[in-house]
């Protein structure tokens, strides 16, 4: 059924709206879950946070490995990184995963109040609900999670400015602004800007084509501009196009493959809902919105993690076309249900929101007192680092790329951590072939050639059954996370 027009109150019934409603649900139910901390990089956010706020500065070479000391390094995710070490400090991992959880509500809820502008609600809340059903997959606690709302309210502006006949304003400059300094995924806010630019164009009448065509240039130059403000400039834009090089580092990544369609997928419950929606509504599209949903429909086929962009993307640039054609396809009076769905379309009172935050910092001060959540076990090596530690071996680590991020956090120099962008593929790829002994005389090499004192890898590497048998080296340590190795003396 198409959006009942008739006026909403002026607060939604009992404060409570959907907008509210999804985001504190959605915050509660992510907080809880143990799956935000499953990626051992947030222990190398976190160091890099506490290294920015302890020196006042952001670093410009590497602090923490003992193989690249010193070496000319992006931190393009500078911002988060401080945010992230904020949380820690002030309610442990508790902290970091209601961080996480409150910008992934404030995605859907921002989500949730723009589809409600032009669709019914019970369309709208099955758009966020595809929606979050793609964001979900990705959904951690690194700094993409902290720009997502960014990424949503910039795409809303540009979107709301196109429907008034404008430019976006000081605000979405502003949310650009944040998301540069957050995480580097801010180059994508050009091309939606110039694409909306043209639609803009290519719709003005003939009179006012040229004052559009300037208008919305001005406005995407000052975008670029304050892309800029950042405090490595333009070295952010050349980090982006250098990142997608790491042939070899993505391969390895299981969020830089393809999507496995020989197992269901959110992506494809995704693009049946979309298949249907065409088949049943002959949906139509001008042709620069065509082009963007086939680009970030490229984007996701590609990548397992721009499924989000897709999902979060597609319902701004849909919303208000499809409504139209539903509302001359359909009429109808509103039913009961409806009614009180659309009710719910209204702003929160202030005091329904009070008592929404009120709840949400009740939860995350339960979740810091009860201690219950802390990253994968996967990725903590703890046990294993202790045993290390109370040998005091002679040397630096030669350790798993997963564990480089605990050995950052934990204060140890680590051989090699996930900032692949800043080790390079030929260094990733000739340690990659030296842990799984292709050829089998390259990992002595290394432990030589870095005068390696001991080793921490994962017990499922042929490089630990190499290292059992390699002369002048004793296993210390095992257990289900991490093998020790340790030089013996001569």
Known sequence: MDRDHSPPPAVAP?????????????????????????????????????????????????????????????AHEWLAEVLFAAAHAAAGWAGVSALTAAAAAATLALLTRYLLRHLAPIHALAGVALAASLMLPHLLARPHALATPLLVWWTIALVRAREAGGTPGLPALAALLLWANLHG?????????????????????????????????????????????TPHGLDGWRFAADFQRLSFSLARLGEWRSPDFQRLQPLELWLL??????????????????????????????????????????????????????????????????????????????????????????????????????PAAAATPAAALQAARAAAPAGPVFNAYEFGGYLIYAGVPPYIDARADFYGDAFVARFYRAVT??????????????????????PGLPAVGQLDRLPGWRRLYADGTAVVHVRTPP
């Open 14 to 74: 009992g404060g409570l709206s959907w907008p509210l409603l999804v985001g504190t649900a959605a915050f509660l139910l992510l907080l809880a879950q143990p799956a935000l901390l499953n990626d051992g990089d947030t222990y190398w956010h976190i160091a890099t946070g506490r290294w920015i706020v302890a020196h006042g500065a952001v670093p410009a070479t590497d602090p923490f490995s003992h193989t690249l000391p010193g070496a000319p390094w992006t």
């Open 185 to 229: 995924s801010f180059p994508l806010a050009l091309p939606l800007a110039a694409a909306f630019a043209g639609e803009a164009v290519l719709a003005a009448p003939a009179a006012r084509r040229r004052a559009t065509a300037r208008n919305w240039l001005l406005f995407v130059v000052a975008a670029f501009a304050v892309t800029l403000l």
């Open 273 to 374: 809902a979309g298949a249907a929606l065409v088949l049943a509504r002959g949906l139509r599209l001008p042709p620069l919105r065509i082009a963007l949903l086939l680009g970030l429909l490229h984007l996701a086929l590609q990548h397992v993690r721009h499924g989000e962009l897709l999902g979060l993307l597609a319902p701004v640039i849909v919303a208000q076309p499809f409504a139209a054609q539903l509302a001359t396809a359909e009429r109808g009076q509103a039913g009961g249900l409806d009614r009180w769905f659309t009710a719910r379309t209204a702003p929160a009172s202030r005091l329904a929101g009070a008592l929404a935050f009120a709840t949400m910092l009740v939860a995350t001060l339960l979740a810091a007192r009860a201690e219950t959540l802390r």
């Open 437 to 458: 002994l292709d050829p089998p005389d390259l990992l002595p090499q290394l432990l030589e050639q870095h005068r390696i004192g001991w080793t921490l890898l994962q």
